[in-house]
């Protein structure tokens, strides 16, 4: 855990013991050095009126008379800053929002009532997320940020038939390189199944995104779910998900209780890698993006040992390298594949 995390935090609640600005200032080892009420004053502070940068932006979307998109992709070019966005995402308006800030540029989402509570557990887990945000690359969330957003499908020509299945394990940083790597993929690409850290509420709001972006058929994991050609699924949050075969020797979805892994993972990609590894073994394909705990490594160690195809992200365009680079330190993959290149490397290895 970092000694002192410098904040801004953009939020309507400021009054009160019970206000985010309040809990934010008491949760060690987050410094609030700034609250912001609304963009104005949000921009204003970031582009100069404060002493020295701040470590994080945390983003309040319960902020009102505010474009949280346009915040994001406008401000960060000048003053680029990781921003973690926050709020209550079990209104589906909100986890909707969530998502387009994450994929406008923001790299990480806390549930602003983890934000509030104050046991052991729960904290470690909110901190380390925001301390993951911190560490993420600028230079590479400038690129985020002035990039265009996604709002129809690009899929590459394919002609080939699959005959594989892709597990893809991701973290801080995810979103955006998910987004534009199923947004890249035919409606005949490979069965898929990702695994990203988010708060419950915002895996259903990134399948429907995704879902309207893509050529895919994509929706949130449910328990049976045969993963076929043309389908992606969305883990859900708080359980692990696992690939296992049916009787027709079909790969389908399995949900599982289980202890988060590596501070805060439920889902975790070692989870599904591991089941991936088990059951379909050369027949697989394994993907890990950015992402700044151990998570992922392990398994596609294990998926690679047991001839599946391994792929994991290039440092150069990634958010934050631990988990990819923790997989390359494994022997799990030989070297790393650029954003851009995500989608095409996955189409032809699954076949």
């Known amino acids: 855990m970092a000694e002192s995390l410098d904040v801004l935090l953009i939020t309507s609640e400021v009054e009160g013991t019970s ?9 060690p080892p987050l410094n609030l050095r700034g609250v912001a009420t609304d963009s104005f004053s949000a ?24 474009n949280h998109v346009t915040f994001v992709r406008k401000v960060m070019r000048y003053s680029p800053v990781p921003v973690v966005v926050t709020g209550n995402f079990s209104y589906p308006d909100t986890a909707a929002l969530a998502i387009k800030v994450l994929e406008a540029g923001a ?5 602003k009532a983890r934000i509030r509570e104050h046991s052991e557990k729960t904290l470690k887990g909110v901190v380390s997320k925001i301390e993951n945000a911190a560490r993420t690359d600028r230079e590479v969330i400038k690129q985020y940020v002035n990039t265009d957003l996604l709002d129809q499908p690009n899929p590459i020509p394919f002609e080939n038939q699959p005959t594989r299945t892709v597990g893809i394990g991701a973290g801080t940083g995810g979103v955006w390189l998910i987004t534009r790597m199923l947004n890249q993929l035919p409606s005949n ?68 209780e289980g202890p988060c892994l590596h501070c805060y993972c439920c889902p975790s990609a070692d989870v599904l890698f591991n089941s991936l590894a088990n ?6 394909i394994g993907v890990l993006l950015s992402g700044g705990v151990d998570d992922g490594a392990i398994g ?3 998926l690679k040992k047991a001839g599946a195809r391994t792929i994991v992200q290039a440092k150069e365009g990634c958010p934050l390298f631990d988990m990819p680079e923790k997989a390359i330190a494994l022997g799990a993959a030989d070297s790393g594949v650029l954003p851009d290149k995500l989608a095409e490397t996955v189409l032809k290895e699954s076949c």
């Open 19 to 27: 206000s985010l600005a309040h809990t934010v200032a008491e949760t």
């Open 43 to 66: 921009r204003d502070m970031l582009l100069g009126g404060m002493e020295k940068p701040v470590d994080v932006v945390i983003l309040d979307l319960d902020t009102p008379k505010m």
């Open 107 to 111: 790299v990480e989402a806390v549930e």
């Open 279 to 284: 059951n379909l073994k050369d027949k697989a």
């Open 300 to 302: 596609l160690a294990r």
């Open 189 to 256: 690409g490979p069965g898929i199944v990702i695994t990203i850290t988010l708060p419950p509420g915002l895996p259903k709001a990134l399948a429907d995104f995704l879902n309207g972006i893509s050529e895919m058929e994509i929706k949130e994991a449910e328990e049976g779910d045969t993963v076929s050609k043309g389908k992606a699924f969305v883990a859900p949050a708080g359980v692990h998900t696992t690939v296992e075969l049916n009787a027709k020797g079909e790969p389908i979805i399995r949900l599982r």
